[in-house]
């Protein structure tokens, strides 16, 4: 056993040493921490599982109705915490440690959580010496709380559902005085005077500080050439969850790897710090541009989330006792009776704030979903022409060139909704301006694209310059809303512009002022069809320590250490509700992001960052933004294209049929790259690319349809097959193709001269219709299809009903009014559903005046009905039904039209070979009630 | 049925106040209007199906080929014909039609659109003849320059290659002078250096003589020095008042060291000295003179000094990078100028040993050299001569080699510079030469290609001009320029962009390019079909 055991662990170690070594060019990884280098990281992972130090003070707990208190002693320094369990609405529970009495208030993450979470009673089952046993409501789930040592299990009948420091690695750095020349005596008098307990503790720390104050660079680290001041000393905590039964974890994005989170024993854990990295290396835990601290995990039972709310640099540890078995150790398990139950381990650490977990329940994917939902928020509901295509490059050189690249869609008949400008386009990267040769008149520019339907993105990123010609730059001066330095004068560093300040958006008054600069009248040159893309907002400060700010600089009283994963998220929610106020809270946001954290779904887009032009970078997209789906984020795309680097025609081909099934569509280009607008490559590569683009607008009412859907429930847009196949074990680990909601399943070919790619169609006796053929396929089985250079691999799931618009035209606004194609793709038993939603597609009226209009369709008993899914709701649109096409139908002898009371023929084609019956012209409008019989 | 009633449509179209109706459903060209018959079937035009004539342009798509729907946009392959009365007309795809753009400018395409879309075909058109006519002037001005270009291109080739002609002929007679010149050089080279050698072998007896007779009178005026008594002898104790004589060097000459010196005899006499005379003589001072300094040895700088002069002087054709062809020349000119100049001290050696410069060469001797060098200069001139011819032959075959175009119009360009100053930069276009970039505010030039080839459209290549390999870009590749040309009455470089990073766009227009108007397709108001 353990020699297969070994041998494989050693293969898989061959095959990531290769994988590093054969990346073309990769990132500088000496300007990046490893958990080593980061001394609060080093110091908690030396700590190994064991018996834990701390003890349960079971004759301190309060239980109010829906809260529970019990303090917690360290036996080692007898520090005392404060433990608060609370059972929330929804099946979720929350632990939050802190200090009992801390020397100061430690941070807790605001405007993260949409509000305080609505609780449930909880009650106390039993209780005695060794713990108290809590009732968490309905389905015979309890929670435990054991005295010696302290550990928590929730269980659901008689198993353990998840378990919290049973490795014993809930360890948390007291705040503390520093006992040297630089400690202040004033303050450790009045704190020593005010309480003997804590006076005596204070001696245990003492020892303790004394001791690892010169080994473990507690009071100030060095990374590089950068200097760490450490005023608060150690601060890092760590807890650790079990979870039995579990192999499969997912989540915590943002990494470019595997959909499935690997094992980090051996390796550096999972890091979450938001870093603006240069040439990103695939396949590892190093910290990319945002985080989201939620991670998944499922097995056939049960899916469950777990969320750790902080925003200080954090690593996650993920080992497993199933690693590296190979199935036929697992099979040697199975007969030789060594039953040691399947598990997952994983540890948090963080540098610094309280420790605050929220645990989803589940039970199904969807529960966790409208938990996270419920705690963090949905998908804002973007503009409907942002699910369109948009076309980027660093950078459109001038007004002229825009012009001419508008045209060049026009001239090969290729829609798109949106161009962006990057950087360059502003006046010496003074965002809110513009180059006053290259961009003169935006407004004519703006005015242009309007008259086209079409709209434009420029970017605004949150470094200002230091200018004092410069008028953002002197009201945030004035206004004293730039982030500080230790010393308290304004922090800068350098970025873009040369020496910029960082304005201080964890600061509500500097948002509500930075808002207020996208009024029209304040953004010169803006319109209504200009929007917004925030970039470097991790925030990216090139002579930084890891390219980013210091932690020793504030933000108000608080260090940037404490706010560091969550200040992207400040910004991009300042933009967008900038956007939002200049039309009077009328019209919805569209903003990009590259930073993000728990909750950033509720402003906009997010999008991989500064990928290449290679292959595999073509294939991470996929489990990228799978990943960020899991955790809330639907709105994700991948630069197509690749960033860096020239691609060859093939994989810009490749990437474009990818991206067109990906929520978030943006070609974008690197300024040392050639042109690669999608007509420089031969009119037969011309005619691949506005192919795929062109499928991608005629699905629109579908993602649409998707994305209220998201906004509503928390349902991600784009996601693991697992997700609606929770029992099917072969999906679990899937990440080269993904459901596009539970109807698409999208298998792009993302190999190099591929010729055939095998997709896995899950379902037992479920069908699925190839979307290009309709040639219909059996569920639960790997389907080799042969492809070509056209080919995109898409099936549709029978059993369901799909909304197109084919009638493709030049943007999403010219499709307004179209009329319908409705694909009926019918399950085994002859039955399908689905729904149809239309609003404005831009403003909030959906929203606040229920202008809208969501029909269920339904097929079944030979009979498509379309009826009222919103009977309060008014909107009324002239698209109309002009076809409906039913896969895997046999032929009727009359098919006849029900609407208003009135029958009337409908004339049909059938076509036998693959049993596709065809509805000519139906007509009635898109909003009506009416029901089509075949008879 | 539909929301939409978008049955058969007439078009009225209005063509200069004469009112023409014409039945044919909306987005037929009049091309095609038999194809659309009313009230009979109508085949799709692919001939896949024929189906009742109230399907066309029923706002639903029954072809495949999207014929069944010229006026709407049901078919997603269609196209749309707009009539453009007053203007041009053109076809747009489907996808435009009611799409709230407007696109025709006659506003047939916004038929139900909501679209307010104002009839802009008579100011188009209008402004199409204008720009057509003005066109249509540079062209015809532009076509006549063209001539004159050709002209003077085939007027200057021809030049050109009877010159080449002409200069090959004379290339011919100047390799024939060189060859003859070597010979007659040769021949007179032969004597010249056998007189020398026998003038030069004349001296150097003469001189060992003349150093014979120097010694011994050295010697003689020594012996009498050293002979303080006068008695003809040169006595131990007289050559020890000579201390430098001193063999080992401790300052005193002792009577064993003099009395070695002296052969063991005690005194000689002036024949018997000459022994003595041979072991002093190297460190003997006379009394009488004053102390000569000791020979200073030439550093051995002193030898390049020469050199370097030559370094200073300007060598107008040749470039740095030739330096090592420069030292080569720099020694064959030492040579030349050795044997040139009238053998003096020209040796430094031989100057120091020698008092006397070596004779001048005999009338006849002389003679012969002088023939010689006239010879050399000669030849010389003549090589020197042929050199020139041959660059002059090779500037000019390269010129010719250059496709200046199918009747050489672009000649006049070669060797020419047009600039372009913007707000940052002065671009410069240096035709068949290179394309280059310079800061407007000062800092140093960029090359931005040079001359790679004409790479226009297949049909006409010499639309566009391709420059390469230029100054390399920072992580990127070395910068190119693509130079767009259009028919102008002026050539003048018109605008300078970079589409992409180091792929420069120039726009220049110049007569060559302009085609002969054709004068049958005058812009009238010709194109519509009404």
């Given at each position: 056993?353990?020699?297969?055991?070994?041998?494989?662990?050693?293969?898989?170690?061959?095959?990531?040493?290769?994988?590093?070594?054969?990346?073309?060019?990769?990132?500088?990884?000496?300007?990046?921490?490893?958990?080593?280098?980061?001394?609060?990281?080093?110091?908690?992972?030396?700590?190994?599982?064991?018996?834990?130090?701390?003890?349960?003070?079971?004759?301190?707990?309060?239980?109010?109705?829906?809260?529970?208190?019990?303090?917690?002693?360290?036996?080692?320094?007898?520090?005392?915490?404060?433990?608060?369990?609370?059972?929330?609405?929804?099946?979720?529970?929350?632990?939050?440690?802190?200090?009992?009495?801390?020397?100061?208030?430690?941070?807790?993450?605001?405007?993260?959580?949409?509000?305080?979470?609505?609780?449930?009673?909880?009650?106390?089952?039993?209780?005695?010496?060794?713990?108290?046993?809590?009732?968490?409501?309905?389905?015979?789930?309890?929670?435990?709380?054991?005295?010696?040592?302290?550990?928590?299990?929730?269980?659901?009948?008689?198993?353990?559902?998840?378990?919290?420091?049973?490795?014993?690695?809930?360890?948390?750095?007291?705040?503390?005085?520093?006992?040297?020349?630089?400690?202040?005596?004033?303050?450790?008098?009045?704190?020593?005077?005010?309480?003997?307990?804590?006076?005596?503790?204070?001696?245990?720390?003492?020892?303790?500080?004394?001791?690892?104050?010169?080994?473990?660079?507690?009071?100030?680290?060095?990374?590089?050439?950068?200097?760490?001041?450490?005023?608060?000393?150690?601060?890092?905590?760590?807890?650790?969850?079990?979870?039995?039964?579990?192999?499969?974890?997912?989540?915590?994005?943002?990494?470019?790897?595997?959909?499935?989170?690997?094992?980090?024993?051996?390796?550096?854990?999972?890091?979450?710090?938001?870093?603006?990295?240069?040439?990103?290396?695939?396949?590892?835990?190093?910290?990319?541009?945002?985080?989201?601290?939620?991670?998944?995990?499922?097995?056939?039972?049960?899916?469950?989330?777990?969320?750790?709310?902080?925003?200080?640099?954090?690593?996650?540890?993920?080992?497993?006792?199933?690693?590296?078995?190979?199935?036929?150790?697992?099979?040697?398990?199975?007969?030789?009776?060594?039953?040691?139950?399947?598990?997952?381990?994983?540890?948090?650490?963080?540098?610094?704030?309280?420790?605050?977990?929220?645990?989803?329940?589940?039970?199904?994917?969807?529960?966790?979903?409208?938990?996270?939902?419920?705690?963090?928020?949905?998908?804002?509901?973007?503009p409907l022409a942002s699910l369109g295509y948009h076309q980027?490059?660093?950078?459109?050189?001038?007004?002229?060139?825009v012009k001419s690249v508008d045209q060049g869609f026009d001239q090969h008949d290729i829609p798109y909704d949106f161009i962006?400008?990057?950087?360059?386009?502003?006046?010496?990267?003074?965002?809110?301006?513009?180059?006053?040769?290259?961009?003169?008149?935006?407004k004519e520019m703006l005015q242009g694209l309007m008259e086209k339907r079409r709209k434009m993105?420029?970017?605004?990123?949150?470094?200002?310059?230091?200018?004092?010609?410069?008028?953002?730059?002197?009201?945030?001066?004035?206004?004293?809303?730039?982030?500080?330095?230790?010393?308290?004068?304004?922090?800068?560093?350098?970025?873009?512009?040369?020496?910029?300040?960082?304005?201080?958006?964890?600061?509500?008054?500097?948002?509500?002022?930075?808002?207020?600069?996208?009024?029209?009248?304040?953004?010169?040159?803006?319109m209504e069809n200009?929007?917004?893309?925030?970039?470097?907002?991790?925030?990216?400060?090139?002579?930084?320590?890891?390219?980013?700010?210091?932690?020793?600089?504030?933000?108000?009283?608080?260090?940037?250490?404490?706010?560091?994963?969550?200040?992207?998220?400040?910004?991009?929610?300042?933009?967008?509700?900038?956007?939002?106020?200049?039309?009077?809270?009328?019209e919805?946001?569209?903003?990009?992001?590259?930073?993000?954290?728990?909750?950033?779904?509720?402003?906009?887009?997010?999008?991989?960052?500064?990928?290449?032009?290679?292959?595999?970078?073509?294939?991470?997209?996929?489990?990228?933004?799978?990943?960020?789906?899991?955790?809330?984020?639907?709105?994700?795309?991948?630069?197509?294209?690749?960033?860096?680097?020239?691609?060859?025609?093939?994989?810009?081909?490749?990437?474009?049929?990818?991206?067109a099934?990906?929520?978030?569509?943006?070609?974008?280009?690197?300024?040392?790259?050639?042109?690669?607008e999608p007509w420089?490559?031969?009119p037969e590569?011309t005619a691949l690319m506005r192919e795929a683009i062109r499928q991608r607008y005629a699905l629109l009412p579908y993602w649409y349809q998707?994305?209220?859907?998201?906004?509503?429930?928390?349902?991600?847009?784009?996601?693991?097959?697992?997700?609606?196949?929770?029992?099917?074990?072969?999906?679990?680990?899937?990440?080269?193709?993904?459901?596009?909601?539970?109807?698409?399943?999208?298998?792009?070919?993302?190999?190099?001269?591929?010729?055939?790619?095998?997709?896995?169609?899950?379902?037992?006796?479920?069908?699925?219709?190839?979307v290009h053929t309709f040639?219909?396929?059996?569920?639960?089985?790997?389907?080799?299809?042969?492809?070509?250079?056209s080919?995109?691999?898409?099936?549709q799931?029978?059993?369901?009903i799909i909304p197109r618009k084919d009638r493709v035209r030049r943007s999403s606004a010219c499709m307004e009014n179209d009329p319908y194609t409705l694909y009926v793709a019918?399950?085994?038993?002859?039955?399908?559903?689905g729904e149809l939603y239309i609003d404005d597609g831009h403003s909030?009226n959906y929203?606040?005046k229920?202008e809208l209009i969501h029909r269920?369709l339904?097929f079944?008993?030979?009979a498509l009905t379309s009826s009222n899914?919103?009977?309060?709701c008014n909107f009324s649109t002239s698209s109309w039904i002009e076809k409906v096409l039913i896969l895997?139908a046999?032929k009727p002898s009359k098919v006849v039209l029900k609407l208003d009371g009135k029958e009337t023929p409908v004339e049909f084609e059938f076509d036998a070979s693959m049993s596709v019956l065809t509805l000519r012209k139906p007509g009635m409008n898109a909003g009506a009630d009416w029901t089509l019989l075949l008879q | 049925m539909t929301c939409l009633h978008l049955l058969l449509t007439l078009v009225f179209a209005v063509s200069f106040g004469t009112p023409v109706e014409i039945q044919r459903p909306r987005g037929v060209p009049l091309t095609k209007k038999q194809f659309y018959e009313e009230n009979k079937p109508f085949t799709c035009l692919d001939g896949s199906r024929t189906i009742p004539f109230d399907r066309v342009n029923d706002d639903y798509c029954d072809c495949k080929d999207g014929s069944d729907e010229p006026g709407t946009a049901a078919c997603p392959n269609g196209s749309f014909h707009c009539t453009n009365a007053g203007y041009r007309p053109m076809f747009i795809p489907s996808s435009r039609i009611n799409d709230g753009i407007c696109d025709c400018c006659d506003t047939t395409d916004e038929y139900n659109s909501g679209a307010k879309c104002e009839n802009t075909c008579k100011e188009l058109g209008r402004k199409e003849r204008e720009v057509l006519q003005k066109m249509a002037e540079?062209t015809?001005?532009?076509?006549?320059?063209?001539?004159?270009?050709?002209?003077?291109?085939?007027?200057?080739?021809?030049?050109?290659?009877?010159?080449?002609?002409?200069?090959?002929?004379?290339?011919?007679?100047?390799?024939?002078?060189?060859?003859?010149?070597?010979?007659?050089?040769?021949?007179?080279?032969?004597?010249?250096?056998?007189?020398?050698?026998?003038?030069?072998?004349?001296?150097?007896?003469?001189?060992?003589?003349?150093?014979?007779?120097?010694?011994?009178?050295?010697?003689?005026?020594?012996?009498?020095?050293?002979?303080?008594?006068?008695?003809?002898?040169?006595?131990?104790?007289?050559?020890?008042?000579?201390?430098?004589?001193?063999?080992?060097?401790?300052?005193?000459?002792?009577?064993?060291?003099?009395?070695?010196?002296?052969?063991?005899?005690?005194?000689?006499?002036?024949?018997?000295?000459?022994?003595?005379?041979?072991?002093?003589?190297?460190?003997?001072?006379?009394?009488?003179?004053?102390?000569?300094?000791?020979?200073?040895?030439?550093?051995?700088?002193?030898?390049?000094?020469?050199?370097?002069?030559?370094?200073?002087?300007?060598?107008?054709?040749?470039?740095?990078?030739?330096?090592?062809?420069?030292?080569?020349?720099?020694?064959?000119?030492?040579?030349?100028?050795?044997?040139?100049?009238?053998?003096?001290?020209?040796?430094?050696?031989?100057?120091?040993?020698?008092?006397?410069?070596?004779?001048?060469?005999?009338?006849?001797?002389?003679?012969?050299?002088?023939?010689?060098?006239?010879?050399?200069?000669?030849?010389?001139?003549?090589?020197?001569?042929?050199?020139?011819?041959?660059?002059?032959?090779?500037?000019?075959?390269?010129?010719?080699?250059?496709?200046?175009?199918?009747?050489?119009?672009?000649?006049?360009?070669?060797?020419?510079?047009?600039?372009?100053?913007?707000?940052?930069?002065?671009?410069?276009?240096?035709?068949?030469?290179?394309?280059?970039?310079?800061?407007?505010?000062?800092?140093?030039?960029?090359?931005?290609?040079?001359?790679?080839?004409?790479?226009?459209p297949?049909n006409?290549?010499?639309?566009?001009?391709?420059?390469?390999?230029?100054?390399?870009?920072?992580?990127?590749?070395?910068?190119?320029?693509?130079?767009?040309?259009?028919?102008?009455?002026?050539?003048?470089?018109?605008?300078?962009?970079?589409?992409?990073?180091?792929?420069?766009?120039?726009?220049?227009?110049?007569?060559?390019?302009?085609q002969?108007p054709d004068n049958t397709d005058l812009p009238a108001h010709g194109h519509e079909e009404l």
């Amino acid at each position: 056993m353990a020699v297969i055991s070994i041998g494989r662990m050693g293969l898989l170690s061959v095959v990531c040493v290769s994988l590093f070594f054969s990346s073309a060019f990769a990132v500088d990884r000496g300007n990046f921490k490893t958990c080593d280098q980061s001394a609060f990281c080093k110091r908690q992972r030396a700590l190994k599982p064991g018996q834990s130090p701390y003890r349960a003070l079971l004759e301190t707990l309060e239980l109010s109705d829906s809260r529970l208190t019990l303090q917690l002693i360290n036996d080692n320094n007898k520090v005392h915490l404060l433990l608060e369990l609370y059972r929330l609405q929804g099946n979720m529970t929350r632990v939050k440690i802190n200090e009992l009495k801390p020397l100061k208030p430690r941070f807790e993450v605001p405007d993260v959580l949409i509000a305080e979470p609505p609780t449930e009673p909880l009650s106390v089952l039993s209780k005695d010496d060794n713990g108290v046993v809590l009732s968490l409501g309905a389905e015979s789930q309890r929670l435990i709380v054991s005295a010696r040592p302290f550990r928590l299990d929730i269980m659901e009948g008689p198993e353990v559902l998840l378990s919290l420091n049973s490795r014993g690695l809930l360890a948390f750095e007291h705040l503390r005085l520093r006992k040297d020349t630089q400690a202040q005596p004033d303050g450790a008098e009045v704190k020593e005077s005010v309480d003997g307990d804590q006076q005596q503790a204070e001696g245990e720390k003492d020892e303790d500080g004394e001791r690892d104050k010169e080994e473990d660079g507690l009071w100030e680290e060095t990374f590089k050439s950068h200097t760490d001041t450490k005023p608060n000393g150690p601060t890092s905590i760590s807890l650790d969850f079990s979870l039995p039964g579990v192999e499969h974890v997912y989540g915590i994005p943002e990494h470019a790897d595997n959909l499935k989170l690997k094992t980090t024993d051996g390796g550096d854990p999972y890091r979450l710090y938001n870093l603006d990295v240069f040439q990103y290396e695939l396949y590892n835990p190093m910290a990319l541009y945002g985080s989201i601290p939620v991670m998944l995990a499922h097995n056939t039972q049960r899916t469950m989330g777990i969320f750790w709310l902080n925003a200080a640099e954090t690593w996650v540890d993920i080992s497993s006792n199933t690693a590296g078995k190979t199935v036929f150790g697992k099979m040697l398990d199975f007969v030789q009776g060594s039953s040691e139950t399947p598990q997952t381990d994983v540890r948090w650490i963080s540098e610094s704030g309280i420790i605050d977990v929220f645990i989803m329940l589940g039970p199904k994917p969807s529960d966790v979903f409208s938990q996270y939902a419920s705690l963090t928020g949905t998908q804002s509901f973007p503009p409907l022409a942002s699910l369109g295509y948009h076309q980027c490059r660093w950078n459109y050189n001038d007004q002229e060139d825009v012009k001419s690249v508008d045209q060049g869609f026009d001239q090969h008949d290729i829609p798109y909704d949106f161009i962006w400008l990057d950087i360059e386009h502003a006046d010496g990267k003074r965002y809110f301006t513009w180059d006053p040769h290259k961009f003169a008149q935006p407004k004519e520019m703006l005015q242009g694209l309007m008259e086209k339907r079409r709209k434009m993105v420029a970017i605004v990123d949150p470094h200002i310059k230091v200018d004092s010609g410069y008028k953002i730059h002197n009201e945030i001066t004035s206004k004293d809303f730039y982030v500080k330095n230790k010393d308290g004068r304004n922090y800068e560093g350098w970025c873009w512009p040369g020496n910029s300040g960082y304005p201080d958006f964890t600061n509500p008054e500097m948002r509500a002022w930075w808002a207020s600069m996208f009024a029209y009248d304040q953004y010169e040159g803006s319109m209504e069809n200009l929007f917004t893309w925030n970039d470097m907002n991790e925030p990216s400060v090139f002579n930084g320590p890891e390219v980013t700010m210091h932690k020793d600089a504030l933000h108000g009283k608080w260090e940037h250490r404490e706010i560091h994963n969550i200040y992207g998220l400040y910004v991009q929610r300042a933009t967008a509700e900038g956007q939002i106020q200049r039309s009077g809270g009328v019209e919805r946001a569209f903003v990009l992001t590259r930073a993000f954290f728990a909750g950033s779904q509720r402003y906009g887009a997010v999008w991989t960052g500064d990928n290449a032009a290679e292959w595999d970078h073509l294939k991470i997209s996929i489990p990228m933004c799978l990943s960020l789906g899991l955790v809330g984020f639907s709105f994700c795309g991948a630069d197509v294209g690749g960033f860096f680097k020239n691609p060859s025609t093939e994989l810009l081909v490749r990437w474009y049929q990818t991206g067109a099934y990906q929520p978030f569509f943006r070609a974008h280009a690197h300024l040392d790259t050639t042109r690669r607008e999608p007509w420089l490559f031969g009119p037969e590569n011309t005619a691949l690319m506005r192919e795929a683009i062109r499928q991608r607008y005629a699905l629109l009412p579908y993602w649409y349809q998707l994305f209220y859907q998201a906004h509503k429930t928390g349902m991600p847009v784009m996601r693991p097959l697992w997700v609606d196949y929770p029992k099917d074990t072969a999906t679990f680990t899937i990440d080269d193709e993904f459901l596009i909601g539970s109807d698409l399943l999208a298998h792009p070919v993302t190999e190099e001269g591929s010729r055939g790619v095998t997709a896995y169609l899950p379902g037992a006796g479920e069908v699925w219709y190839d979307v290009h053929t309709f040639q219909k396929h059996n569920g639960a089985q790997n389907l080799y299809i042969p492809v070509t250079l056209s080919s995109i691999p898409v099936f549709q799931r029978g059993g369901s009903i799909i909304p197109r618009k084919d009638r493709v035209r030049r943007s999403s606004a010219c499709m307004e009014n179209d009329p319908y194609t409705l694909y009926v793709a019918l399950s085994p038993k002859k039955f399908a559903k689905g729904e149809l939603y239309i609003d404005d597609g831009h403003s909030f009226n959906y929203d606040t005046k229920k202008e809208l209009i969501h029909r269920s369709l339904t097929f079944a008993n030979n009979a498509l009905t379309s009826s009222n899914l919103c009977p309060d709701c008014n909107f009324s649109t002239s698209s109309w039904i002009e076809k409906v096409l039913i896969l895997g139908a046999s032929k009727p002898s009359k098919v006849v039209l029900k609407l208003d009371g009135k029958e009337t023929p409908v004339e049909f084609e059938f076509d036998a070979s693959m049993s596709v019956l065809t509805l000519r012209k139906p007509g009635m409008n898109a909003g009506a009630d009416w029901t089509l019989l075949l008879q | 049925m539909t929301c939409l009633h978008l049955l058969l449509t007439l078009v009225f179209a209005v063509s200069f106040g004469t009112p023409v109706e014409i039945q044919r459903p909306r987005g037929v060209p009049l091309t095609k209007k038999q194809f659309y018959e009313e009230n009979k079937p109508f085949t799709c035009l692919d001939g896949s199906r024929t189906i009742p004539f109230d399907r066309v342009n029923d706002d639903y798509c029954d072809c495949k080929d999207g014929s069944d729907e010229p006026g709407t946009a049901a078919c997603p392959n269609g196209s749309f014909h707009c009539t453009n009365a007053g203007y041009r007309p053109m076809f747009i795809p489907s996808s435009r039609i009611n799409d709230g753009i407007c696109d025709c400018c006659d506003t047939t395409d916004e038929y139900n659109s909501g679209a307010k879309c104002e009839n802009t075909c008579k100011e188009l058109g209008r402004k199409e003849r204008e720009v057509l006519q003005k066109m249509a002037e540079v062209t015809k001005e532009g076509f006549l320059l063209k001539q004159q270009l050709i002209e003077e291109a085939k007027k200057g080739q021809q030049e050109k290659q009877g010159k080449v002609t002409e200069m090959q002929d004379n290339k011919k007679q100047l390799e024939e002078k060189v060859e003859a010149l070597r010979t007659v050089k040769e021949t007179a080279e032969q004597p010249e250096k056998e007189a020398k050698e026998r003038h030069l072998k004349a001296w150097e007896e003469q001189k060992a003589a003349i150093r014979l007779e120097k010694d011994k009178a050295k010697m003689a005026e020594a012996f009498l020095e050293l002979d303080d008594n006068a008695d003809g002898f040169v006595s131990v104790s007289e050559l020890q008042s000579h201390a430098e004589l001193d063999p080992d060097a401790d300052g005193t000459l002792s009577d064993t060291e003099a009395q070695g010196l002296m052969g063991g005899a005690e005194q000689v006499d002036t024949s018997t000295f000459e022994s003595v005379w041979t072991n002093i003589k190297d460190k003997y001072h006379s009394e009488s003179l004053p102390e000569e300094p000791a020979p200073v040895e030439t550093p051995p700088d002193e030898v390049k000094e020469p050199v370097v002069d030559n370094d200073s002087e300007p060598y107008p054709e040749d470039d740095v990078s030739e330096e090592e062809d420069d030292d080569d020349d720099d020694e064959d000119d030492y040579h030349e100028d050795d044997d040139k100049a009238a053998p003096t001290n020209k040796t430094p050696e031989k100057s120091h040993e020698d008092e006397e410069a070596m004779p001048t060469y005999d009338a006849e001797t002389q003679t012969l050299i002088d023939a010689a060098q006239k010879a050399r200069d000669d030849f010389e001139e003549a090589e020197k001569a042929l050199r020139e011819m041959d660059d002059q032959i090779r500037n000019i075959e390269k010129e010719l080699s250059f496709d200046f175009g199918p009747d050489a119009e672009f000649t006049y360009l070669y060797s020419q510079c047009y600039e372009l100053t913007t707000s940052e930069y002065i671009y410069r276009l240096c035709p068949f030469n290179r394309v280059s970039q310079k800061p407007k505010y000062g800092g140093s030039e960029t090359n931005l290609g040079s001359w790679g080839s004409w790479s226009g459209p297949e049909n006409n290549k010499y639309l566009v001009m391709k420059y390469e390999h230029g100054t390399g870009c920072w992580q990127g590749p070395n910068r190119s320029t693509t130079v767009k040309l259009t028919c102008g009455k002026e050539t003048v470089v018109t605008s300078t962009s970079e589409p992409s990073r180091c792929e420069y766009l120039m726009e220049f227009t110049t007569p060559a390019v302009c085609q002969e108007p054709d004068n049958t397709d005058l812009p009238a108001h010709g194109h519509e079909e009404l």
